[in-house]
C-alpha cells in the first residue's frame, strides 16, 4: 500500500471519529454548550485538556527546537508543564467553585466592575486570537504537505471541519473529540520514539535512551548518547548540547513567563469548569498533566535522537549517497543544500547557510541534481538548511520507519492543531456572545440568543482566523507567542491569584495592576519585536520573558492602589470566604 | 459560628500546604533546572550519561510536577475530610 493510501486512511478514519463525537453529543442549553454541564469525568478531561493544550506548535516543532538548542530549549519543557502546578494549587479549584461560565466573569462580578469585565474581555480576545491563528496555520500546512494541495485549501478545509464540530457539540462534544485526538496524538508521538531508541541506544523506552549509551558504532565504542551529541556539536562548531547560551536571568525569566503565563490562559482555565466539583478539578488537574508529562518527557529524547541522526547520516556525505527523506524534504522545499565548496559533499556547521529567513528556491537543479537557492550565500562554510518543523514529522522517515507509522504521525500533528483551534474556539466565541454581548451590551439576552450569538461568533472569528492562517503576517505570527503568553501572565494571572488570596484587593488595584501590567508588557515586546532594529534588553531580559516582569509590576501597582482605597464590599468579602470553602460547588 | 471557624482553620491550612508544594516547584525548576544547574552539572553525579542539572531541567522537573500534583490532592482531600467540608457523594 502506498504512503498516500495509509496517509489518507489514517487521516479519515479519525476524522470520522470526531465528527461521529460531535453528532452524538449535539447541545442545546448555554451551560452545555460552554461546560458540558459539568458532567465529564476526570481522566476524560484530563486527556481532553492536554489534547487542547499541545497545540500544533508544540507537537510539530518542540522536539525540533530541542534538537536545535539543546539546554536552551528546557524553558518550553519547564515552562509548559510547571504552569500546571501553579493553575492547580491557586487558581482553578477557587474558580470552579466560584461556578460561573468564563474567567472574565470572575473579574466583574469579583471587582464589581464593567471597567473589569472590559480589561478581561480585550485580553480573552487578543490572547485566543493570535493563538487561533497559528493554529488554522498548522492545519493548513499539515494538510498542504499530505495531499499535495494549495495552504489556502488546506486552511478551509480545516477550517470547516473545526466549525462544523466546535458549533455542533459545543464543550461536550470538544471534550469527547479531543479525548480521541489524545490518544492518536500519544501514539503518533511515542511509537517512533520508541523505535528510534531501539535503532539508536538498544533501549526500548526513550526516557532512558537518552540518558543511555550510544551504541551503534558497536558496542565496544558505546559512550553515552548526550556526550556523544556534545562531541558531533563541538566538532561543528555549535554549542555543546547539554550548555545553554542564554543568560541564566533571560532563562530564569523566560520560564518564569511561560509558566504563569499558562496558569493564566483562558481556554485551559475554563477546561476545569467541565468537571463536577472541587474534588474533581484536583484530580483532573493530575490526570491533565500526567498526560501532558507523558508526551514532554518523550520530547527531549525525540530531539536528541534526531539532531544525533541528522548530522550522523547527513554531514560529510556525498549529495548522491543521502537517504531517500532527504531528497523528498527537498522536493518540499524545507530542506536546501549549496555546494559552497563545490566537492558534492554536504558540510553542516554552525551559522546560518544563507541571508534571510526562508529558503527561496530557482527552477533549475545543480551539477549533482540538488535544488539551487537564489538566497544571498553567508560568508560561512555551512552548506546544509533544514527547517526546524520537519524533525518531527521526518523522523520516522530517517529511522526507515513502516508506512503507517509515517501517516499515524501525520494524523497525530492533525489532531494536534484542530483539538487545540476548537478550544480556542469555543473561549473566543463565548467570550463574545457571554462576556461582551450578555454581560455589557444587551443584559436581557435569552440562553437561546446567546448560543445563537456564540456559532455567529465563532463563525466569524474563524472567518478572520482562517484570513491570516492563509495571509499570514508572516513575521508576526511566530512572534505571536511571546504575546500570548506574556500578556496573560501579565494580566490575568496575577489578578485572579490576588481576587482569591487577598479579600482586601479592590476594583481600582485590580484594574490599575491589570492595565499597568499589560500595558508595559505590550510595549516592551512591539518595541523590540516590531520597532527596534537592536536587540539592547533592559537587563537582558528578552521579550519573551519579558512577561515575568509585567507580572511583579502588576502585583505591586495592586497592593499599592488597594491600599490607599476603600476596601470591597461585605457582599464580596463574604463571597470570596466562600469560594475558599471546597464543598458545595454547583 | 463552629462552621466559620472550621472553614478559617481550613483555609490557613490549605495556604500552608501550597506554600509548601509551590516551594518545591520552585527548588526542582528554576531553582535546579536554572540557577544552580552549574553546580549539579559539575559537582553532583549525572543520571545515566545525563548531567544532573540538565536532567533536572529536561525530565526531572517534568516527573517531580506530577508528583507534586498527586501530593498536593492527597493532601488537599484529607484536609477537606478533617474539618468535614467534603462534598458528600
Same mark, same amino acid.
Given at each position: 500500500?502506498?504512503?498516500?493510501?495509509?496517509?489518507?486512511?489514517?487521516?479519515?478514519?479519525?476524522?470520522?471519529?470526531?465528527?461521529?463525537?460531535?453528532?452524538?453529543?449535539?447541545?442545546?442549553?448555554?451551560?452545555?454548550?460552554?461546560?458540558?454541564?459539568?458532567?465529564?469525568?476526570?481522566?476524560?478531561?484530563?486527556?481532553?485538556?492536554?489534547?487542547?493544550?499541545?497545540?500544533?506548535?508544540?507537537?510539530?516543532?518542540?522536539?525540533?527546537?530541542?534538537?536545535?538548542?539543546?539546554?536552551?530549549?528546557?524553558?518550553?519543557?519547564?515552562?509548559?508543564?510547571?504552569?500546571?502546578?501553579?493553575?492547580? #494549587?491557586?487558581?482553578?479549584?477557587?474558580?470552579?467553585?466560584?461556578?460561573?461560565?468564563?474567567?472574565?466573569?470572575?473579574?466583574?462580578?469579583?471587582?464589581?466592575?464593567?471597567?473589569?469585565?472590559?480589561?478581561?474581555?480585550?485580553?480573552?480576545?487578543?490572547?485566543?486570537?493570535?493563538?487561533?491563528?497559528?493554529?488554522?496555520?498548522?492545519?493548513?500546512?499539515?494538510?498542504?504537505?499530505?495531499?499535495?494541495?494549495?495552504?489556502?485549501?488546506?486552511?478551509?478545509?480545516?477550517?470547516?471541519?473545526?466549525?462544523?464540530?466546535?458549533?455542533?457539540?459545543?464543550?461536550?462534544?470538544?471534550?469527547?473529540?479531543?479525548?480521541?485526538?489524545?490518544?492518536?496524538?500519544?501514539?503518533?508521538?511515542?511509537?517512533?520514539?520508541?523505535?528510534?531508541?531501539?535503532?539508536? #541506544?538498544?533501549?526500548?523506552?526513550?526516557? !532512558?535512551?537518552?540518558?543511555?549509551?550510544?551504541?551503534?558504532?558497536?558496542?565496544?565504542?558505546?559512550?553515552?548518547?548526550?556526550?556523544?551529541?556534545?562531541?558531533?556539536?563541538?566538532?561543528?562548531?555549535?554549542?555543546?548540547?547539554?550548555?545553554?547560551? !542564554?543568560?541564566?536571568?533571560?532563562?530564569?525569566?523566560?520560564?518564569?513567563?511561560?509558566?504563569?503565563?499558562?496558569?493564566?490562559?483562558?481556554?485551559?482555565?475554563?477546561?476545569?469548569?467541565?468537571?463536577?466539583?472541587?474534588?474533581?478539578?484536583?484530580?483532573?488537574?493530575?490526570?491533565?498533566?500526567?498526560?501532558?508529562?507523558?508526551?514532554?518527557?518523550?520530547?527531549?529524547?525525540?530531539?536528541?535522537?534526531?539532531?544525533?541522526?541528522?548530522?550522523?547520516?547527513?554531514?560529510?556525505?556525498?549529495?548522491?549517497?543521502?537517504?531517500?527523506?532527504?531528497?523528498?524534504?527537498?522536493?518540499?522545499?524545507?530542506?536546501?543544500?549549496?555546494?559552497?565548496?563545490?566537492?558534492?559533499?554536504?558540510?553542516?556547521?554552525?551559522?546560518?547557510?544563507?541571508?534571510?529567513?526562508?529558503?527561496?528556491?530557482?527552477?533549475?537543479?545543480?551539477?549533482?541534481?540538488?535544488?539551487?537557492?537564489?538566497?544571498?550565500?553567508?560568508?560561512?562554510?555551512?552548506?546544509?538548511?533544514?527547517?526546524?518543523?520537519?524533525?518531527?514529522?521526518?523522523?520516522?522517515?530517517?529511522?526507515?520507519?513502516?508506512?503507517?507509522?509515517?501517516?499515524?504521525?501525520?494524523?497525530?500533528?492533525?489532531?494536534?492543531?484542530?483539538?487545540?483551534?476548537?478550544?480556542?474556539?469555543?473561549?473566543?466565541?463565548?467570550?463574545?456572545?457571554?462576556?461582551?454581548?450578555?454581560?455589557?451590551?444587551?443584559?436581557?439576552?435569552?440562553?437561546?440568543?446567546?448560543?445563537?450569538?456564540?456559532?455567529?461568533?465563532?463563525?466569524?472569528?474563524?472567518?478572520?482566523?482562517?484570513?491570516?492562517?492563509?495571509?499570514?503576517?508572516?513575521?508576526?505570527?511566530?512572534?505571536?507567542?511571546?504575546?500570548?503568553?506574556?500578556?496573560?501572565?501579565?494580566?490575568?494571572?496575577?489578578?485572579?491569584?490576588?481576587?482569591?488570596?487577598?479579600?482586601?484587593?479592590?476594583?481600582?488595584?485590580?484594574?490599575?495592576?491589570?492595565?499597568?501590567?499589560?500595558?508595559?508588557?505590550?510595549?516592551?515586546? #512591539?518595541?523590540?519585536?516590531?520597532?527596534?532594529?537592536?536587540?539592547?534588553?533592559?537587563?537582558?531580559?528578552?521579550?519573551?520573558?519579558?512577561?515575568?516582569?509585567?507580572?511583579?509590576?502588576?502585583?505591586?501597582?495592586?497592593?499599592?492602589?488597594?491600599?490607599?482605597?476603600?476596601?470591597?464590599?461585605?457582599?464580596?468579602?463574604?463571597?470570596?470566604?466562600?469560594?475558599?470553602?471546597?464543598?458545595?460547588?454547583? | 459560628?463552629?462552621?466559620?471557624?472550621?472553614?478559617?482553620?481550613?483555609?490557613?491550612?490549605?495556604?500552608?500546604?501550597?506554600?509548601?508544594?509551590?516551594?518545591?516547584?520552585?527548588?526542582?525548576? &528554576?531553582?535546579?533546572?536554572?540557577?544552580?544547574?552549574?553546580?549539579?552539572?559539575?559537582?553532583?553525579?549525572?543520571?545515566?550519561?545525563?548531567?544532573?542539572?540538565?536532567?533536572?531541567?529536561?525530565?526531572?522537573?517534568?516527573?517531580?510536577?506530577?508528583?507534586?500534583?498527586? &501530593?498536593?490532592?492527597?493532601?488537599?482531600?484529607? &484536609?477537606?475530610?478533617?474539618?468535614?467540608?467534603?462534598?458528600?457523594?
Amino acid at each position: 500500500m502506498s504512503q498516500e493510501l495509509w496517509n489518507y486512511l489514517l487521516i479519515g478514519l479519525s476524522f470520522a471519529v470526531y465528527i461521529g463525537i460531535a453528532l452524538r453529543s449535539k447541545v442545546a442549553s448555554t451551560t452545555e454548550y460552554y461546560v458540558a454541564s459539568g458532567g465529564v469525568s476526570s481522566f476524560a478531561n484530563g486527556m481532553a485538556t492536554a489534547a487542547g493544550w499541545m497545540s500544533a506548535a508544540t507537537f510539530i516543532s518542540m522536539a525540533g527546537g530541542i534538537a536545535a538548542s539543546g539546554y536552551n530549549a528546557s524553558r518550553f519543557l519547564m515552562g509548559w508543564t510547571g504552569g500546571f502546578v501553579l493553575l492547580t #494549587t491557586l487558581i482553578v479549584p477557587y474558580l470552579r467553585k466560584f461556578g460561573k461560565f468564563t474567567v472574565v466573569d470572575f473579574l466583574g462580578d469579583r471587582f464589581e466592575s464593567t471597567t473589569a469585565r472590559l480589561v478581561g474581555v480585550v485580553c480573552a480576545i487578543f490572547i485566543s486570537m493570535t493563538y487561533i491563528m497559528g493554529q488554522m496555520r498548522g492545519v493548513g500546512l499539515v494538510f498542504a504537505r499530505l495531499f499535495e494541495i494549495e495552504v489556502t485549501t488546506g486552511v478551509l478545509i480545516g477550517s470547516a471541519i473545526v466549525f462544523f464540530y466546535a458549533s455542533i457539540g459545543g464543550m461536550k462534544g470538544i471534550t469527547y473529540t479531543q479525548v480521541a485526538q489524545y490518544i492518536v496524538m500519544v501514539f503518533s508521538y511515542t511509537i517512533p520514539a520508541v523505535f528510534i531508541s531501539l535503532l539508536l #541506544t538498544g533501549n526500548v523506552i526513550p526516557q !532512558l535512551g537518552l540518558i543511555g549509551n550510544y551504541t551503534q558504532d558497536g558496542a565496544e565504542a558505546a559512550v553515552p548518547l548526550l556526550e556523544k551529541l556534545n562531541q558531533l556539536n563541538t566538532e561543528l562548531g555549535f554549542a555543546r548540547y547539554t550548555e545553554g547560551s !542564554l543568560s541564566q536571568l533571560d532563562m530564569f525569566c523566560i520560564t518564569a513567563a511561560l509558566m504563569c503565563g499558562t496558569a493564566g490562559l483562558p481556554h485551559v482555565i475554563v477546561r476545569f469548569f467541565t468537571v463536577k466539583s472541587v474534588k474533581a478539578v484536583r484530580s483532573s488537574a493530575c490526570w491533565t498533566l500526567a498526560c501532558i508529562a507523558l508526551i514532554y518527557l518523550t520530547a527531549p529524547a525525540l530531539g536528541a535522537f534526531a539532531r544525533t541522526n541528522f548530522m550522523n547520516e547527513v554531514n560529510e556525505s556525498a549529495y548522491t549517497d543521502l537517504p531517500q527523506w532527504f531528497y523528498n524534504w527537498e522536493d518540499r522545499g524545507l530542506i536546501g543544500w549549496v555546494d559552497k565548496n563545490q566537492d558534492g559533499i554536504l558540510q553542516h556547521q554552525a551559522g546560518e547557510v544563507f541571508e534571510g529567513r526562508v529558503p527561496e528556491f530557482g527552477t533549475e537543479r545543480g551539477p549533482h541534481g540538488e535544488r539551487l537557492l537564489t538566497n544571498t550565500l553567508s560568508e560561512n562554510e555551512n552548506e546544509v538548511y533544514y527547517d526546524r518543523d520537519i524533525l518531527v514529522m521526518a523522523n520516522p522517515e530517517m529511522a526507515g520507519l513502516p508506512k503507517w507509522v509515517v501517516a499515524l504521525v501525520m494524523a497525530g500533528c492533525v489532531a494536534a492543531a484542530l483539538s487545540t483551534a476548537a478550544g480556542l474556539l469555543l473561549v473566543l466565541s463565548t467570550s463574545i456572545s457571554h462576556d461582551l454581548m450578555k454581560k455589557i451590551i444587551k443584559p436581557n439576552l435569552t440562553d437561546k440568543e446567546e448560543v445563537h450569538y456564540a456559532r455567529l461568533a465563532s463563525f466569524v472569528s474563524l472567518v478572520i482566523a482562517a484570513y491570516f492562517g492563509i495571509n499570514p503576517p508572516s513575521a508576526i505570527v511566530a512572534k505571536t507567542v511571546a504575546f500570548a503568553f506574556g500578556l496573560a501572565a501579565s494580566s490575568f494571572f496575577p489578578t485572579i491569584l490576588m481576587g482569591i488570596f487577598f479579600k482586601r484587593v479592590n476594583k481600582f488595584g485590580a484594574i490599575a495592576g491589570m492595565v499597568i501590567g499589560i500595558g508595559f508588557t505590550f510595549s516592551y515586546i #512591539t518595541y523590540f519585536q516590531f520597532f527596534a532594529n537592536h536587540s539592547n534588553y533592559w537587563f537582558g531580559i528578552s521579550p519573551e520573558g519579558i512577561g515575568f516582569v509585567g507580572m511583579i509590576l502588576n502585583f505591586v501597582i495592586t497592593t499599592i492602589v488597594s491600599s490607599l482605597t476603600p476596601a470591597p464590599s461585605e457582599n464580596i468579602q463574604a463571597m470570596v470566604e466562600e469560594i475558599r470553602v471546597p464543598n458545595g460547588a454547583k | 459560628m463552629k462552621e466559620k471557624t472550621a472553614q478559617s482553620a481550613h483555609w490557613h491550612a490549605s495556604i500552608r500546604i501550597v506554600i509548601g508544594i509551590l516551594g518545591l516547584w520552585f527548588f526542582v525548576s &528554576l531553582g535546579c533546572g536554572v540557577l544552580f544547574r552549574d553546580f549539579l552539572d559539575e559537582s553532583l553525579p549525572p543520571v545515566g550519561g545525563a548531567p544532573l542539572g540538565f536532567w533536572m531541567a529536561q525530565q526531572g522537573s517534568i516527573i517531580s510536577f506530577v508528583l507534586l500534583l498527586i &501530593l498536593y490532592r492527597f493532601l488537599m482531600n484529607r &484536609l477537606d475530610k478533617k474539618h468535614g467540608l467534603e462534598d458528600a457523594v
